[in-house]
């Protein structure tokens, strides 16, 4: 992920807006990596992970001539965890296919039946879970997340509290 | 209460988790690269303006973008179709079927829309020669330019589509992105066909 660029983000989506298509080109060199590990870990299954940022750029292509925002790496951001959780959703619904989900790493599954927290989140009721991702994971703020998920930011926060409760209790219990 | 801090064990879990998660993989790339290009494609042959593009730039390099998108996307499907643990040549085979099943069809339905194609084209052809003739009046001479232009645009695309099939003719979601474009096409012939009508009318 760039950290220094936001002026460099807004510049290209500017040219975005313009319909050039390098700047649609750099915008995903400089962020396509951290847009794509938001999908991987939220959705667990590399297919969706790509589809969701192809997704999140035709996306960006539609808004660019009207998008104004500070931070594009942070609408972007949202346009990717908002994505990832509709189809969330879907699942939920049975509205899509799914594939298996990605294997573990090589190097975790040779640390044996230790706390795997990829495994234990997945255990998780899906409100906890989603907040604990977005919070912990992604650094998103309560009130992103209270609009990502439509809910308060009092309930963003004591779904916070209860995720990291439950993992807490899965850490010393020394399983996922 | 959630604003305590993170357990420290979690957070380390956490940094870990994030160092394990890999980077996009290269060919993403590409994909999100064509699908902004066949949106941008897509955009123009709905009649909308295109997004504009600096002097210079190709239209053609659209249509090579979507030829690219398409044999990255059937590259990756091909090789996830045996995702290992599911095992089987069963499947495979059963596979392989559905694909030719679907095959025989998208090539019943591509000579269905060709001949359509080259009926609409027929009537189409003398009407659009009359674009930018001195005795068209102005307005219908510019809707049937544009009308022109955007023909050429999804042709362009046809071409790119056909000669990528011509070396990868199992490919069927290929087939299928070429369907669409022939309905895009036969769409705006008929458009040509309306306008006619209702100058004459």
Redesign the interface.
Same mark, same amino acid.
């Given at each position: 992920m760039a950290q220094d660029g936001p002026n460099e983000d807004r510049l290209l989506l500017a040219r975005c807006g313009r319909g050039e298509p390098e700047a649609f080109d750099e915008l995903y060199r400089r962020h396509g990596d951290a847009l794509y590990a938001i999908a991987w870990r939220m959705l667990r299954r590399p297919e969706e992970a790509e589809d969701v940022v192809q997704d999140v750029f035709v996306k960006l292509f539609q808004s660019a001539p009207t998008l104004r925002v500070e931070y594009p790496l942070a609408w972007l951001r949202r346009v990717t965890a908002n994505l990832c959780i509709d189809r969330i959703r879907r699942r939920g619904r049975g509205e899509l296919q799914l594939v298996p989900e990605h294997p573990l790493p090589a190097s975790r599954e040779s640390r044996g039946a230790g706390f795997d927290l990829e495994r234990a989140v997945g255990t998780l009721p899906e409100r906890a879970r989603e907040v604990f991702l977005l919070h912990d994971v992604e650094g998103f703020k309560h009130r992103e997340i209270a609009e990502l998920l439509e809910i308060s930011e009092g309930t963003s926060k004591s779904q916070l509290f209860r995720a990291r409760e439950m993992l807490r209790g899965a850490l010393e219990g020394g399983t996922s | 209460?959630? !604003?305590r801090p993170? !357990?420290p %064990?979690?957070r380390e879990?956490?940094d =870990? +988790? =994030?160092a394990?998660? *890999? *980077?996009? *993989?290269e060919h993403?790339?590409a =994909?999100?690269?064509a699908?902004?290009?066949l949106?941008?494609a897509r955009r123009a042959s709905q009649g909308k303006p295109?997004?504009? %593009? %600096?002097e210079g730039a190709p239209v053609r +390099?659209l249509a090579a973008a979507a030829a690219l998108v398409i044999a990255l996307l059937l590259g990756y499907t091909a090789l996830?179709g045996g995702? *290992?643990?599911?095992g089987g040549s069963v499947e495979t085979v059963a596979g392989r079927l559905v694909v030719a099943d679907a095959l025989a069809a998208a090539e019943a339905a591509e000579r269905e829309h060709a001949r359509a194609i080259a009926r609409l084209q027929e009537a189409a052809a003398p009407i659009l020669l009359r674009a930018g003739h001195p005795d068209t009046p102005p307005e219908e001479s510019a809707r049937l330019l544009a009308l022109r232009e955007r023909i050429a645009s999804v042709d362009a695309a046809i071409a790119e589509i056909e000669t990528y099939l011509d070396t990868n003719p199992g490919l069927a979601s290929a087939r299928t992105t070429l369907l669409a474009a022939y309905m895009d096409k036969t769409d705006l012939l008929r458009e040509v066909l309306v306008l006619a009508e209702e100058n004459e009318a």
């Open positions: - | 209460m959630s !604003d993170l !357990d %064990r979690l879990q956490i =870990r +988790w =994030r394990e998660t *890999p *980077p996009a *993989p993403l790339a =994909r999100v690269h699908a902004i290009a949106e941008n295109p997004a504009p %593009r %600096r +390099w996830n995702l *290992p643990g599911t």
